[in-house]
């Protein structure tokens, strides 16, 4: 019986998201399984497409109509079981096309895109860097005639084993040396897969962790989760500085003897690299790395590494919970309140609910990790939902940092018009004098921050984008930091009334300014995205910093967790109220979040620590909750308003979000799919929604395309899903997608 395959197409937009059925050619036949990347004609003109095979099976009588498949990639590209119910996953919980799920799932260096040979379409892999040459020994050198002193050298390097082209030619042995013992047959070569060692530079050292009396109550509870077989979760609370990560870096060594693998999640690139020489330093070369820092053919490496059961632990940003990693034992999200967990693109996946998933899949135990954790973890491990692990104190006594606030209100009425108030300067001096370190903490990158005109009121806005235009003074421009847009040179007169444009508001570059002419001769560190661009920036940086190359370490939130530098003894918060007054309602979670993380870098060692805090509004509850380190309390707080205001845990958030280029039709576009839910969710009283909109985003305009949201406040549970896809199918239907592009986006901060 024929073969037949039903495939997810790529660049299928929502509308036309379905399996397509494809002919199985009989040389594919026995080669083809679910998972499989393959090449298929699509469309009226046949255009060559990618697609991922989800369905094989064999029918008597298929449709003659059928079309057969072009190509399909190699065994090593398919799609492993597990990964492939993660494809599946994606697709039902967050209303994506399957081919973005698959998209997600694959780093893009393992995928194949289609080319032509000899007039016929196949598929090509996207890198072809990944062979490299290595040269083995299989002869002696002749006596006469004498050789030379590479050839002799050349020889030498390789009794000790093969070795690689770049390996020889970094010890000065030329390509044509090598080319000549191959001829004698001295040496012999072959193309290899390149083996990557990125930690190459770190030494194996292990040391015996020891742990404290209330790390090891935490280790030996948490220990019993791990050794239980069963699916299981916890959430290890402890203040900054308690030494969580020696308790989990004990579960991973339990893990290993165990046979099993460990996946670590960090929330930031920047905190790579310390958490990898950690776990290098003490587990040896098996790791492996995933994040979007890594070159393509270094991602491509690191992953068939992964694949080929190379690595035991795997560790990287929110990407790294899709690694193949099999007989996973652990799952440590660690700094899990971050918001970058949460992805911004189709998928909008978050972290939280696949590493859930995935723990599920292979029983194991999985661990959040974190000193103010989510609203939502909290509350399920205070329900009985996981087991609640804490630490109260910080590793060997030390005392957390005391904190202290300097009214800005004061400030300016003293006549400072600086953006770092005359106390922080004070302060700053007196570490320098005892030779200490200083951490500040900025979020908001940029010069100045707004221009506008003293005449008529015009802000310089992003032409297609609805946010002020941000002055880099670096590159004397201004620059959008949604769109990328640039102005220069930067326009002195309102284009308006001619009006002088005055420029207010400051970022990082303006306070790194500020600070080199109130501190003459301090050595300043600046760590935000635009310093940070260039390849392995944030390792570099670090290092350089925890080496003392460096006074000052002023950056925005990479600076705030997860750092550990034993000589910072001060730490200064910046402009943190227009946060405090933010959109969206994790706003207070995020100040008290940032504010205790960042105070927790300081009295790490010996040294005791302190915090300033510079505020408009010192009094406020969270302001003053986060410089206690208090987070019961503040727990207490929020879970009120968020009853009270009904936002999770008490119920499923869900932003529907439409845009376009035309604001009227993205508009109406918006209020007909809400009148498509009402009619839904009609004839279904029993499952709860509530809708706000449509309205505005916070941000109305993105890149030339308008934006709309509705809220919806529901229960996000397998009716809730089955109603939202038959809406969605009922939107395509009526052709809305041409008008405006449609994405769901669960628990966000309501944008």
């Known amino acids: 019986m024929p073969c037949i395959a039903k495939v997810a197409v790529n660049d299928a937009t929502i509308h036309f998201d379905k399996l397509y059925s494809y002919l199985v050619p009989p040389d594919f036949s026995g080669s083809l399984w679910p998972g499989s990347i393959v090449l298929v004609p699509f469309g009226r003109g046949n255009h060559p497409r990618m697609a991922v095979v989800l369905e094989v099976g064999t029918e008597e009588a298929p449709d003659p109509r059928l079309k057969s498949l072009l190509a399909a990639a190699p ?90 082209k770049s390996a020889l030619e970094a010890q000065g042995i030329s390509s044509s040396t090598l080319n000549g013992l191959c001829q004698k047959g001295i040496l012999k070569t072959e193309q290899r897969d390149k083996s990557l060692d990125l930690f190459a530079d770190i030494p194996f050292d292990p040391q015996p962790l020891e742990l404290s009396p209330e790390q090891q109550t935490a ?24 030494g969580k990560t020696a308790v989990f870096l004990k579960l991973i060594e339990k893990t290993l003897a165990q046979g099993r693998r460990a996946l670590v999640l960090v929330p930031e690139i920047s905190l790579t690299p310390q958490m990898t020489r950690r776990l290098k330093s003490m587990f040896g070369s098996r790791l492996a790395v995933q994040h979007s820092a890594l070159n393509n053919t270094e991602r491509l490496l690191q992953w ?17 919970i899709f690694s193949p990693l099999q007989n996973i034992g652990l799952i440590i999200l660690d700094e899990e309140q971050e918001h970058t967990y949460q992805s911004e693109s189709a998928p909008r996946y978050s972290a939280h609910d696949v590493a859930k998933k995935r723990a ?38 030390r005392p957390l940092p005391t904190v202290d606030f300097i009214d800005m209100r004061a400030e300016l009425a ?44 015009h802000v310089l806005k992003c032409p297609n984008c609805s946010v002020p235009l941000v002055y880099h003074k670096a590159q004397h421009a201004l620059l959008c930091h949604y769109c990328g847009h640039r102005v220069s040179p930067v326009p002195g007169l309102c284009p308006e009334c001619g009006g002088k444009i005055v420029y207010s508001g400051f970022g990082t570059q303006k306070v790194e300014e500020e600070l080199a002419e109130l501190l003459p001769g301090t050595r300043i560190l600046r760590m935000d995205q635009d310093s940070t661009m260039q390849k392995n920036a944030h390792e570099k940086m670090l290092a350089r910093f925890a080496k003392q190359e460096y006074d000052i370490l002023l950056g925005t939130q990479m600076v705030a967790k997860g750092l550990d530098f034993g000589n910072v003894t001060l730490v200064g918060v910046l402009g943190i109220d227009s946060l405090l007054f933010g959109q969206g309602f ?40 986060a410089a206690a380190q208090d987070y019961p309390a503040f727990y207490q707080q929020e879970i009120m308003f968020r009853k009270f205001s009904l936002y999770p845990p008490f119920c499923s958030f869900c932003v529907v979000s439409f845009s376009g280029a035309q604001e009227m039709e993205v508009f109406q576009a918006a209020r007909r799919f809400a009148a498509i839910l009402g009619q839904q969710f009609a ?69």
């Open 586 to 625: 994790r706003s207070y979670e995020n100040v008290f979040s940032l504010i205790t993380q960042v105070v927790g870098r300081g009295g790490r060692a010996e040294l005791p620590g302190r915090a300033l805090i510079q505020t408009a509004v010192p009094d406020h509850p969270v302001l003053q909750l």
């Open 219 to 242: 280790y030996d509870q948490l220990e019993q989760d791990l050794l239980s077989g069963q699916t299981r979760a916890a959430l290890l609370h402890g203040v900054t500085g308690s």
């Open 304 to 320: 068939r590494m992964i694949q080929n059961g190379d690595a035991d632990i795997v560790i990287g940003t929110r990407s790294a």
């Open 414 to 457: 003293a006549g400072n018009p600086r953006e770092v108030s005359q106390r922080m300067v004070q302060e700053l001096a007196a570490n320098l004098q005892r030779g200490e370190q200083s951490i500040l903490l900025l979020n908001r990158r940029g010069y100045q921050t707004v221009g506008m005109c003293g005449t008529c009121g």
């Open 360 to 397: 599920m899949m292979e029983h194991s135990l999985l661990l959040f990790s974190s000193a103010t954790p989510r609203t939502e973890t909290y509350h399920a491990a205070i329900s009985s939902r996981m087991r609640l692990v804490t630490l109260t104190h910080r590793y060997g006594g």
């Open 683 to 751: 004839a279904h009283p029993g499952q709860p929604l509530r809708v706000l909109g449509p309205t505005p985003m916070n941000i109305a305009m993105i890149s030339g395309k308008y934006r709309y949201k509705l809220t919806l406040k529901c229960r996000n549970d397998a009716g809730f899903r089955t109603l939202m896809h038959a809406a969605l199918d009922a939107y395509a239907a009526e052709k809305l997608p041409a008008k405006a592009g449609i994405a769901l986006d669960f628990n966000s901060d309501g944008d």
């Open 75 to 164: 065994e090593k590209a398919r799609l492993t079981p597990d990964l492939l119910k993660l494809v599946h996953f994606l697709k039902d919980r967050y209303f994506c096309t399957w081919y973005e799920a698959v998209k997600a799932v694959i780093p893009y260096g393992a995928q194949y895109q289609p080319g032509m040979e000899n007039g016929k379409p196949v598929l090509k892999s996207r890198l072809t860097r990944t062979l490299e040459t290595v040269y083995t020994l299989v002869g002696g050198l002749p006596e006469k005639p004498k050789p030379g002193a590479r050839q002799i050298q050349a020889v030498e390097a390789l009794r000790a084993g093969p070795c690689t």
